[in-house]
Each structure stands twice: as C-alpha cells, then as structure tokens.
C-alpha cells in the first residue's frame, strides 16, 4: 500500500501527508502500546494494594503521589535538562522500564509492594504520557500538530480499549507479576519502533531555549511563565471538576441501587450495571470523538477555541444537576464531559505545548501535567472532606459549586486561548522570518 492510499484511508480522520504518514504511524503506535501496557498494569495495581491493604491505604497512596511529585519533578530536570527529543523519552521509558522489572522481582521474592506499586503507577501513568506528548509537540511544528495530534490521540483511544479488554482475558493466565514483566517488555518494544527519516520530515521548527538549570527544576519554567501558569491552574481545575463530578455521579448510583434493593435487586450487582454501560458510552463516544471530531475543530475553530469546549460544557451540564437532579441528567452529563475530556479535551491540551520552547516542553510540562495534575486530586479531596464535613453540602450544592468553578474555568480558557494564538502566531512568523504578531484577543 502506498503512501498516497494511506493519506486517503486516513483522510476521515484528518488530513495527513503522504511525507507525515510513517511518523505519525509510529507515534500512534507508540502512544497505543502504552496505555495499552498501562491498562494491563491498572488491575494488577488494585489487586496488589487490596491484596494484603485496604480501601483506606489505597486512598492515602493517592495523597502521597504529590508528596513524591514535589521531589521527583526537580529531580527528573536535574538528570534530564539538556537532554530532549528521541533521547530524553527512551532514557525516561528504559527508566520506567527498569522500575516494573524491579518490582517484578521483588515481587516474586515474598517483599510486599502493594503500596509502593501503586503510587509508582499513578507517577508512570502520567509521566510516561507526558514524555510523549513533549516529544510529539517537539518534533512537530504548530501548523502539522494541529493536524496530525487527532490521529496520534486515536493510537490511545485504542489502546485504551483493547487495553482494558485484554487485562480482562490476561490477568487470570498471567497474574499480577506476570502483568508487571509483559508491560516491561511493551515498553522496551516502543523505544525500538523509531522512523529517524520519517521523523524529521515532521520538524521544520523548533523553538530552542538554552537556559541554565534551575533548582527548583520543571516548577521554575512554569513559574517563570505566564502562558504556563495558565496551563497549570487550568490543569488544576480541570481534575478538580472531573473529580467532583464523579463524587457527584456516585452518589447517585448508589441512591440508585438502594431503590432497586428496596424493590428486591442486589446493589452490587445494580451499581456493576450502572457502571458497566456508563464507560460503555464514554469509550463509545470518546471514540467517535477522537476519530472522526477533534481533527474538525482544530481545522475550523482552531485549538484557541477548542480549550473552551469541556468548560463550557461543564458549567451548563452541572447548571442542570443542580437545578434538574433527576439521574438520568445526571448520566448524560457526565458520559458528554467524561467522552469530550478523553477525546476533544485531552489532545487540546497536549496541543498547548506546540508553539512553546524546548525546556517548556519537557520541563514544563512533565511538571504541569505530573504535580499540578495531583494538586486537583488533593484539592478535591479538600472539597469533598470540608464539604460534607463543615458543611453539609448535599449533591445538588456541589453540582452548584462545580458549575462555579467551572464558570471562572471558562475566562481562564480564553486566557489561554488568546495566549496560544499570540505564541502560535509568533511561531509561524519565525519559521517564516516573518513579523511577530502583537498581542490580540480570542
């Protein structure tokens, strides 16, 4: 098959070169084969944890997660500051490679990792991410990002899927351990599948930064940076709504199950249904999404405008749960915000880092999308624990809260979005050796 048949095959999906075609192959495959490999490891983590733990430690591994963060980011800048590109995410893969082969055989020795694999788990499944998407928006200009990160994303809608479906059918065959040795070897795998030719068809600019390591690592470069102060508050409240959203829709479910166990049905088996066709739907949809929506909205709204979509639908959706809190709102609701996050949310947001600088790209956003991702986890516990503790806020006053939130969520989208197209007009005109763009509104 050719190259100008693939670029036709995949033209529903968005427009692809036939120069872009190999590359952009390759790093879907590459994003499918991790998040593949990370929903293989999502159930050994659980059984690790609940094995010999209990709900209650499984909800402090959480918190610690960010304590390590605050370390782990300054030190990922320290090892790692001039090293970029093809370099920087096959040392940080073979790092998380080694750390799954340690555990394995600690594992298999009698030492009990439960706790340990799984705050480990909650670092990989976002770092990991985040080196790719860095080296995605690094070896891109903005103009072939726009185009190409829909098809990439798709590599991880379906690994997603086939992910979670294969752990279903493995994890018996294989075990925990088993699991852990299966996602070494996938990640080794993807550090091979590499294109040196086809790569550099795909890289025109970059915007090079140069500047001396900083003690306080990937936290400085967003310090430093307005744009990325932006980004990360976002990153913030974006976790914290979802999160609040789920506390919400919950609640809900379990409202549901004890009417059916009034009318003789048996709860757990009501909220395994509930749940069951509710990431049913997300997945569904988030796929359709991702093939056949976001590469539209970046062509004719653009990635400026395509920030305000999950926040504009969270304030109308939880306007609605607060004001009409009948379940079935409350379900689609949260299967439309839950399906735009994994699709038109998420590509949109590793498309943010297309017109900035290399250490933004890595440094930055290996801490934005690391720390300041927990952050909103620890700030939604925050939420909930004051909430019904000091408060006694009932279901519908949190939907009220999160469509508050939400609300504020919206001018920070704009912000943001009026900053990317001066960076990303900037961008293009040094490409070009055209004149910068001056500072304008959305």
């Known amino acids: ?6 670029a036709r095959w995949l033209a529903p999906f968005a427009e ?6 190999v590359p952009t192959l390759v790093l879907a495959a590459r994003i499918f084969i991790i998040i593949f490999g990370y929903y293989l490891l999502k159930p050994t983590r659980e059984a690790l944890i609940l094995e010999h733990g209990t709900p209650e430690l499984r909800s402090y591994a959480l918190a610690v997660q960010a304590a390590v963060l605050l370390v782990a980011v300054p030190l990922y800048s320290y090892f790692f500051h001039n090293r970029v590109g093809e370099v920087m995410y096959r040392s940080i893969t073979i790092f998380f490679a080694i750390n799954l082969l340690i555990f394995y055989f600690l594992g298999i020795s009698g030492f009990s990792i439960g706790f340990a694999f799984f705050v480990w788990l909650g670092i990989f499944s976002i ?10 928006a690094d070896v891109h200009s903005i103009n072939s990002g726009q ?7 798709l590599g991880g809608s379906l690994g997603a899927v086939l992910g979670s479906q294969s752990a279903h059918h493995l994890f018996p065959l294989l075990g925990s351990y088993g699991m852990l040795l299966l996602a070494a070897v996938l990640l080794l795998f993807t550090t091979l599948i590499y294109v040196r030719s086809g790569m550099e068809s795909v890289m025109p600019h970059r915007t090079k930064n140069h500047d001396p390591y900083h003690v306080g690592g990937g936290f400085t470069v967003v310090l430093r940076s307005p744009y990325l102060r932006l980004v990360a508050i976002f990153i913030i409240l974006l976790n914290l709504i979802n999160s609040t959203g789920e506390f919400i829709f919950a609640k809900m479910v379990v ?9 003789g049905g048996v709860k757990s088996v009501v909220i395994g249904e509930i749940y069951s066709n509710f990431f049913m739907w997300v997945n569904g949809l988030g796929l359709f999404f991702q093939a056949f929506v976001v590469s539209r909205l970046f ?4 990635v400026h405008w395509s920030v305000m979509i999950l926040p504009v639908i969270a304030t109308i959706g939880y306007g609605l749960i ?16 839950n399906s735009t996050d994994y699709s038109v949310q998420q590509t949109t947001r590793h498309a943010l880092f297309l017109p900035v600088a290399q250490n933004e790209k890595y440094e930055g956003k290996t801490a934005i999308e690391t720390f300041f991702w927990r952050f909103g986890d620890l700030m939604h516990a925050a939420l909930i624990y004051g909430g019904t503790t000091w408060f006694g806020l009932s279901v519908y006053q949190f939907a009220l809260v999160n469509m508050t939130i939400a609300l504020f969520w919206i ?12 960076l990303a007009a900037n961008g293009e005109a040094i490409a070009s050796k055209q004149p910068v763009a001056s500072k304008q509104p959305v």
């Not at 098959?1 to 693939?6: G, K, N, S």
């Open 147 to 153: 185009r190409l990160f829909a098809i990439i994303a």
């Open 16 to 21: 692809v070169k036939p120069d872009e075609i």
């Open 299 to 302: 062509r004719y709204i653009g």
């Open 1 to 6: 098959m050719t190259r100008h048949m693939l």
């Open 127 to 136: 770092g990991q991410v985040a080196q790719f998407w860095a080296l995605a």
């Open 411 to 422: 001018v920070l989208a704009w912000r943001i979005g009026g900053e990317y197209r001066v």
């Open 322 to 337: 607060a004001f009409f809190p009948v379940f079935t709102v409350i379900r689609a609701i949260k299967i439309l915000e």
């Open 255 to 263: 409202a549901q199950a004890e009417m059916a166990v009034a009318a």
